[in-house]
């Protein structure tokens, strides 16, 4: 069986940080590049970040990039998103994916990844 989980999400006040994790059973991360996307309350899903098979190649939308950092542990099979600086804007629930791939490059299309966590939420208070 293949399952993703994230963890991490919680209430913080703006200007404050979370780190959330995704941990992976049934599947080696080395094989596959990851992503987080996050929905907020009334919006359509959207791109967060992306990183490569090797870790070397990361990506970030402009509207985190800067605050946020990805991160991936081989030894854990494990992988980070760190969210520094948060706004409300950032309120949303957080999904982290798996795209099986032999590319070292990234992807941001949702379309392309294969596997999907259940979601956790992130809430950022004024």
């Known amino acids: 069986q293949v399952q993703l989980e994230e963890s991490g999400g919680g209430l913080v006040q703006a200007g404050g940080s979370l780190r959330l994790s995704c941990a992976a059973s049934?599947?080696?991360?080395?094989?596959?590049?990851m992503g987080w996307f996050r929905q907020a309350p009334g919006k359509e899903r959207e791109f967060v970040a992306a990183?490569?098979?090797?870790?070397?190649?990361?990506y970030y939308a402009g509207s985190v990039k800067g605050r946020f950092t990805i991160s991936r542990d081989g030894a854990k099979n494990t992988v980070a998103l760190q969210m520094n600086s948060l706004k409300p804007e950032d309120t949303a629930v957080y999904y982290c994916?798996?795209?099986?791939?032999?590319?070292?490059?990234?992807?941001?299309?949702?379309?392309?990844?294969?596997?999907w966590g259940q979601g956790t939420q992130v809430t950022v208070s004024s």
């Open positions: 994916a798996a795209d099986r791939t032999f590319l070292v490059g990234i992807t941001q299309n949702p379309y392309d990844y294969d596997y």
């Open positions: 049934g599947l080696n991360l080395s094989s596959y590049r």
């Open positions: 990183i490569s098979l090797s870790g070397e190649i990361t």
